[in-house]
């Protein structure tokens, strides 16, 4: 089977293009369970309320909605769980000394699988 390659769009935060004013964009990873890798390529995800955080000198989503997969079991995951964002460390220090300015947040502007693997676009917004 052939791997999948480019962009292939699962979610958008139109709202968040509106709503702030974008400064800076990031292209992050995500840490997922299979089920919830499973519930995103059926295209089951919502960006509305979700934002980014910063605790500990990690990146963690939050609020981002991913559905329940249909035939996940036990071992189904919690629908708005926190997920922890993979970026380089020289980013996130980058982000910490811009957000302790004040007046900034991250928000997720999409979700999108980029050859085979799940990534997202964090804004850095005020």
């Not at 980014?52 to 329940?68: K, N």
């Not at 995951?77 to 993979?86: I, N």
């Amino acid at each position: 089977m052939p791997r999948e390659q480019g962009r292939k769009f699962i979610a958008q935060n139109k709202k968040a293009r509106h709503d702030y004013s974008i400064l800076d964009e990031y292209e992050v990873g995500l840490v997922l369970t299979g089920t919830e890798v499973k519930s995103l390529r059926a295209g089951r995800a919502s960006l509305v309320d979700g934002f980014a955080s910063i605790d500990d000198g990690e990146v963690w989503l939050q609020h981002v909605h991913i559905a329940e997969y249909a035939e996940g079991t036990w071992t189904n995951h919690a629908p708005r769980r926190k997920r922890k964002v993979l970026m380089h460390r020289s980013e996130i220090d980058k982000l910490i000394g811009k957000i302790k300015e004040g007046g900034l947040t991250l928000v997720p502007l999409d979700l999108y699988f980029k050859d085979g693997k799940v990534k997202a676009t964090l804004a850095l917004a005020k």
